[in-house]
C-alpha cells in the first residue's frame, strides 16, 4: 500500500466531507465579507499565501540555519517559534511552534490524532495523508510498522520513535538530521535537500 491510497478504515467516522467543509468555508466567507470583517482580497491573498508562499521551503532554510549554525540551533530547539521570527518566518498556525531533534538515538514523527494541526509557516498547508484517521491512528499505535510500510522508512530498532501530537496549541516540526557527505555544502544547498515529509518526520533527508 502506498500513502496515496490510505483511505479512513470504515469503523472510523469522518465527520464531514470535503464538499461539506468547502461549502461551510464558503459560507463562513460570504458572511465575514458581508459583514465586513474581511474583503473578498483579503481572503485572496491569505488563500495565496497559504497556497505559494508559505511552505516547506521557507522550513527547510529553517533546517539548513540550524544544521550550520549551532547557536540558532539551541534558538530553535528552545523557542521555535521565536528562532523563525528571526528569519521573518511566521503568522497564522505558527503561534506556538515547536521543534523537535533527530539524533542516532531518537527519530521524531508528528501528528495531529484529533484533525490536522500543523505549523503552517514552515510547511505550508498539511498533505491529505496527513489529515487522515488511517495516519493519524496508526502512526500513534505502531509508528514503527507505518513508518515502514507507508513511507518506506525503516528506522532501525536501536533508534527509539517518539510521536509528537501537535494540536491548536502546539505544532510540532522535526529537525531531521543532516545527512553524511554534506560537509561541504553551503547552507542554501543544504536547504535544497530538505523535504516536507523530513519536517514531518516520515522520511529521512537523502543526499
Ligand atoms: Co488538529
Not at 481572503?43 to 549551532?70: C, F, H, M, S
Not at 528571526?86 to 490524532?113: F, K, W, Y
Request: hydrophobic letters at 40%.
Amino acid at each position: 500500500m502506498t500513502r496515496s491510497e490510505i483511505t479512513p478504515s470504515p469503523d472510523v467516522t469522518v465527520p464531514r466531507s470535503e464538499a461539506e467543509i468547502a461549502a461551510r468555508m464558503k459560507a463562513l466567507e460570504a458572511l465575514m465579507i458581508e459583514k465586513g470583517i474581511m474583503t473578498t482580497e483579503a481572503v485572496d491573498r491569505l488563500a495565496e499565501i497559504y497556497e505559494n508562499e508559505v511552505g516547506p521551503q521557507l522550513g527547510a532554510t529553517v533546517v539548513a540555519k540550524a544544521w550550520t549554525d549551532p547557536e540558532f540551533k539551541a534558538r530553535l530547539l528552545a523557542n521555535a517559534t521565536d528562532a523563525c521570527a528571526e528569519m521573518g518566518i511566521g503568522g497564522l498556525q505558527g503561534e506556538d511552534m515547536v521543534a523537535v531533534e533527530n539524533t542516532d538515538d531518537v527519530h521524531n514523527v508528528v501528528v495531529c490524532t484529533l484533525c490536522s494541526c500543523y505549523p503552517w509557516p514552515v510547511l505550508g498547508l498539511p498533505p491529505n495523508w496527513y489529515k487522515q484517521p488511517a495516519y493519524r491512528s496508526r502512526i500513534v499505535r505502531e509508528p514503527r510498522a507505518m513508518l515502514r510500510d507507508e513511507f518506506g522508512h525503516d528506522v532501525p530498532e536501536s533508534v527509539e520513535v517518539r510521536v509528537w501530537d501537535s494540536s491548536a496549541e502546539l505544532r510540532y516540526m522535526v529537525l531531521p538530521q543532516r545527512p553524511p557527505g554534506t560537509e561541504d555544502k553551503s547552507e542554501a544547498e543544504l536547504a535544497e535537500l530538505v523535504t516536507r515529509d523530513s519536517m514531518i518526520g516520515v522520511a529521512p533527508v537523502r543526499v
